[in-house]
């Protein structure tokens, strides 16, 4: 007979002592006690918490009046606009699941995710509204509600919708009387993967890790109450990191940024006096590189970044100017950033290049993740913690997805032995951080050694004349693999493939240096991140 503590008899939960996490409840609470305060920054509109909050339960009431029904997907396809802000609220306080689509990718691309999300309502910025219109019509769906955002600042577009955003609004009531989720287990949001090997993959978040992820971004970046954070990250990728909905627990101001340009960062930093953004490396390279004349910001700032690891002299530039770096790293998977450099007063004495070595690792789990390991990725041992024996990146917790949408076959492959697979290679430090050092796919074997792909790149940004840099595995008869650079120089820079190998060379082991370089603009994805596998194929044929 099973034994019963004595705190299991009569303890059940209940609603007194029982709800289901939600990030939804972050809007209410923070509109009932700073209903005066600033919500939304984004040209000459100001929206003050109490009337944003008002807007989100409308246009969650007119969904419902519209017959959007719990588990239906409503689809946006809108920059980095108050509209899709409030739609991370409004969406699910409807019951719907918000679909956030990346803004930068084609027709084909855009109908298959509609179509494979069953869409029953899209919402179009007028940016996209070209491109969304033919995706519609690929996908075959002329009964979904589409409903166009009117944006005055932007010049351009048309109407492709049976309605606007703001009639939408005007149907619902402002006294509806939302509902969390039944279960925190709930889907709340549907992100796609970049696809850059087929069809995107959907995933699937839950009430629960949106809200445990949305806390851990509060106390992983220690920010204070009314932080003012700058949309520089796309709010469709990972739903912004979940900011939208730590924003709301914040109590903070979004200053929401159309175009992510140098120029208009700057002045909003200053105008707006930012406290928070965040970007993928390449959007820091952009500012650290921006002409000193735009820096005349004084007062401190933090950038969160992740992704590929920042190049060191990227780090170092950034703080030199006044913006203290942190760095995470995660997966679509797992709501964007689940691990964290989290900061040591010890490393404070270090010079600027040491410091921003460590920095530049990937480091533990924040505090929503349940465990990180890196491991052999058949037998799931762990590697030593030596800080050179490569393995896989595995995590578990509560802020790891539900899973792949109408893809059993795919979620059930990335959950091994209770870990999800990331198919990120690293090492394992002595002091139990992580560093990232490749995709799988992106690690280079020349000669039968193992060559990281971002050592490479990093040695790389050290160059004076280098913007950009990228190193993907180029086909060689005797070797197997050997590095190949992919070099986009600062404006006025002129250098030789020869000059560049021979620096790499002075800075690292001579077989890791680079055999090819070829210069030029890098392809980028939606989200700052260099598209590897085009540059495979431009070296297979170099």
Not at 61 to 79: D, W
Not at 136 to 150: E, K, P, R, S, W
Not at 423 to 447: A, F, N, T, W
Request: glycine share 8%; proline share 5%.
């Amino acid at each position: 007979m099973k034994h019963q503590s004595i705190y299991d008899v009569s303890l059940d939960a209940n609603p007194a002592n029982y709800e289901a996490l939600t990030p939804l409840s972050f809007a209410k609470r923070t509109a009932h006690i700073y209903p005066e305060y600033p919500a939304i920054v984004y040209g000459d509109r100001r929206q003050t918490w109490g009337e944003t909050y008002d807007r989100m339960k409308r246009a969650a009431s007119a969904l419902v009046k519209r017959g959007i029904k719990k588990g239906e997907t409503v689809s946006i396809i809108a920059a980095n606009i108050p509209e899709m802000f409030e739609a991370h609220f409004a969406v699910p306080m409807s019951g719907a699941v918000l679909n956030t689509v990346n803004t930068r990718l084609d027709a084909e691309a855009i109908s298959f995710i509609l179509s494979h999300a069953e869409a029953k309502v899209i919402i179009v910025d007028p940016e996209f509204s070209d491109v969304v219109d033919r995706a519609i019509h690929m996908a075959g769906l002329t009964d979904a509600l589409v409903v166009d955002i009117i944006d005055d600042t932007f010049d351009g577009g048309r109407k492709i919708g049976s309605m606007t955003y703001d009639e939408l609004i005007a149907e619902g009531d402002t006294d509806f009387d939302w509902s969390g989720p039944a279960n925190e287990w709930d889907a709340i949001s549907l992100n796609y993967t970049s696809g850059t090997t087929g069809n995107p993959k959907g995933v699937v978040y839950h009430h629960r890790g949106a809200h445990l992820n949305a806390m851990s971004n509060i106390v992983t970046w220690g920010m204070q109450q009314h932080s003012r954070y700058l949309w520089t990250l796309p709010m469709f990728h990972c739903n912004g990191w979940c900011f939208p909905w730590t924003i709301a627990a914040n109590a903070g101001v979004c200053v929401c940024l159309r175009a992510v340009r140098a120029e208009p960062i700057f002045q909003l930093i200053r105008d707006q006096q930012v406290t928070h953004f965040c970007g993928a490396p390449i959007v820091l390279n952009m500012l650290a590189n921006a002409p000193d004349e735009l820096k005349d910001f004084s007062h401190q700032v933090k950038v969160m970044t992740a992704g590929a690891s920042p190049p060191a002299a990227v780090i170092a530039k950034m703080e030199a100017m006044g913006v203290e770096v942190t760095h995470v790293y995660g997966l679509t998977e797992t709501y964007g950033p689940s691990v964290v450099c989290a900061w040591k007063e010890t490393w404070d004495d270090l010079d600027g290049d040491d410091k921003a070595v460590k920095k530049s690792r990937q480091g533990v789990k924040n505090v929503a993740l349940d465990d990180l390991m890196v491991a052999n990725p058949d037998t799931l041992a762990p590697v030593p913690s030596d800080g050179q024996t490569m393995g896989e990146i595995f995590m578990r917790g509560n802020v790891v997805m539900k899973g792949y949408l109408k893809n059993p076959s795919a979620t059930e492959e990335s959950f091994k032995g209770g870990w999800f697979a990331s198919g990120d290679l690293g090492v394992m430090h002595p002091d139990g951080y992580i560093e990232l050092k490749d995709r799988s796919k992106d690690i280079i074997i020349s000669g039968g050694e193992n060559i990281s792909s971002i050592e490479v790149e990093d040695v790389l940004y050290r160059h004076p004349a280098v913007m950009e840099a990228a190193v993907v595995a180029k086909p060689d008869e005797k070797w197997g693999e050997t590095p190949c650079a992919f070099v986009d120089l600062k404006p006025g820079q002129d250098v030789t493939d020869a000059d560049i190998i021979a620096f790499c060379r002075d800075h690292m082991a001579r077989f890791k240096a680079p055999k090819t370089v070829i210069f030029g603009p890098l392809p980028k994805t939606s989200t700052g991140k260099i598209q590897k596998f085009i540059l495979r194929d431009r070296a297979r044929e170099a």
